[in-house]
């Protein structure tokens, strides 16, 4: 494996469909969102809910976990993930709910969407085509149109900005401007850091892909904060790398899984742990870290930490963010394998599709 990443025509050639380019556009993704967040018409009818709820799964959900970790400390109301074919029973006409699918064609979140309908929630649906969008025009409801023709794991500019552009129009949280413009300046200079032109020698992102390799991966996070990146971690090395990973909570983690690590040490020699850190970790939660690692070390294959970077909270978070994704695909030309197709995803949708 050594200097195969320093090989910038062999990361072409395994990454055939191009995901890397995807991954260095996100700063633009970003803008363009924003963009479309700004220029949706909002009726207002929309205005003054009570909770929110996004509902949606995989690459269309993952902006929801980042509304709600992000906005914890901010926002005064609910703001709660679904991930299922069915609404909590407590959402209502006061509830807003975002129908949020890249393809529009996510059976799960159709029939979520059909649910908040019933329920005469305010609704708003954020897809680039397919049967939500349809709906939608059936139905006159407001959609939020974003650009098609991408893996819906490459979309997350398109799939969260928006949404917190809308939150911020209808006063439910203040202007985020200077954070994005934060947010926007920071990753135009890791991609600079992180790009296959940069040798490994100076690529933070690719030695760390070097030192996951041939493990699976445990990414740890804090709960209602880096949990979110733990999760987008965990799918990124599972759609691009092609590699078992799992996200794991702190403080919850300390309650039961740590215990797990007592047997089995052949087994978790073939692991590797990252932590996820950040400045507004508490100190409890930071000797937490601190004390797990140790404990873990002892087991596992590779344990190792990276920090956030950044001033603003949103900053901070898509640094991490950022920075997983790149690894990604570059375990995926370590692997020698295409990050884009999803085969596993495509077949189960096939059989689906038969009942």
């Not at 949280?173 to 926007?184: W, Y």
Request: charged share 25%; hydrophobic share 45%.
């Amino acid at each position: 494996m050594i200097n195969v990443l320093d090989d910038v025509q062999k990361i072409k050639k395994v990454d055939s469909s191009n995901m890397m380019k995807l991954v260095m556009d996100m700063p633009l993704m970003i803008k363009e969102g924003v963009d479309i967040g700004k220029n949706v018409k909002i009726s207002k009818g929309i205005s003054k809910p009570k909770n929110i709820i996004v509902t949606g799964l995989g690459g269309s959900a993952i902006g929801g976990d980042l509304l709600r970790c992000y906005l914890s400390k901010e926002v005064n109301i609910p703001i709660v993930v679904n991930r299922n074919y069915n609404l909590p029973n407590w959402v209502n006409k006061d509830t807003l709910v975002f129908a949020a699918s890249y393809s529009g064609n996510t059976e799960e979140t159709i029939s979520a969407y059909k649910d908040a309908l019933s329920r005469k929630a305010k609704l708003i649906a954020i897809t680039s085509n397919g049967a939500i969008k349809k709906m939608c025009d059936e139905k006159n409801i407001l959609c939020v149109d974003i650009p098609s023709g991408l893996s819906p794991r490459a979309a997350i500019g398109y799939l969260f900005f928006p949404m917190l552009i809308i939150l911020s129009r209808l006063k439910l949280i203040k202007s985020k401007e200077n954070e994005i413009k934060e947010t926007l300046s920071l990753l135009d200079k890791l991609r600079n850091m992180y790009i296959p032109e940069v040798k490994s020698k100076n690529n933070y992102a690719k030695q760390l892909a070097y030192k996951l390799a041939a493990k699976s991966i445990i990414i740890c996070g804090v709960l209602d904060w880096t949990e979110v990146v733990a999760v987008r971690w965990k799918c990124q090395f599972a759609e691009n790398s092609k590699v078992f990973s799992v996200a794991s909570l702190l403080p919850e983690m300390n309650h039961n899984e740590i215990v797990g690590w007592d047997l089995l040490k052949d087994v978790l020699g073939k692991f590797a742990v990252i932590f996820l850190r950040d400045k507004m970790d508490s100190e409890r939660i930071k000797k937490r870290i601190d004390i797990t690692k140790f404990i873990i070390s002892k087991r596992a294959g590779y344990v190792g930490e990276v920090y956030s970077v950044g001033k603003s909270d949103l900053a901070r978070l898509f640094s991490l963010i950022y920075l997983g994704d790149f690894i990604s695909v570059y375990l995926s030309v370590l692997y020698n394998i295409d990050p884009t197709p999803v085969q596993a995803i495509d077949y189960l949708k096939r059989e689906l599709s038969k009942l």
